[in-house]
């Protein structure tokens, strides 16, 4: 079992910056596929981006592609998302999630074996 711990969000004006973190639990994570997912009031979850165990493939949403960078540690066991030029739709709780598998399949789907609590991103006008 991995579990993951996000930190980072918070309350930010729009144009700015946030960094958010996937502290995961276990080693293992440094084989599986990590990814970000978003999930905005009153709307349902979507994915965000997504990195191989290596971090030689990513993905993006074209929502955040140009903006977001999404990274990871496999010595500390951790991911990234560095969020910048953030807007009010940008608002969101933000998960991470993890598995093995390539990273088109966190585009297209949600059955993934671990997931975080998430973390609240608000950006302001």
């Known amino acids: 079992q991995v579990q993951l711990v996000e930190s980072g969000g918070g309350l930010v004006q729009a144009g700015g910056s946030l960094r958010l973190s996937c502290a995961a639990s276990?080693?293992?994570?440094?084989?599986?596929?990590m990814g970000w997912f978003r999930q905005a009031p009153g709307k349902e979850r979507e994915f965000v981006s997504a990195i191989s165990w290596s971090g030689g493939n990513t993905n993006y949403a074209d929502s955040v592609k140009g903006r977001f960078t999404i990274s990871r540690d496999n010595a500390k066991n951790t991911g990234y998302l560095q969020m910048n030029s953030l807007t009010p739709e940008d608002t969101a709780v933000y998960y991470c999630a993890a598995d093995f598998g390539d990273v088109a399949r966190f585009r297209y789907s949600y059955a993934l074996n671990y997931w975080g609590k998430g973390t609240l991103v608000t950006v302001s006008s």
């Open positions: 276990r080693r293992t994570f440094s084989s599986l596929t």
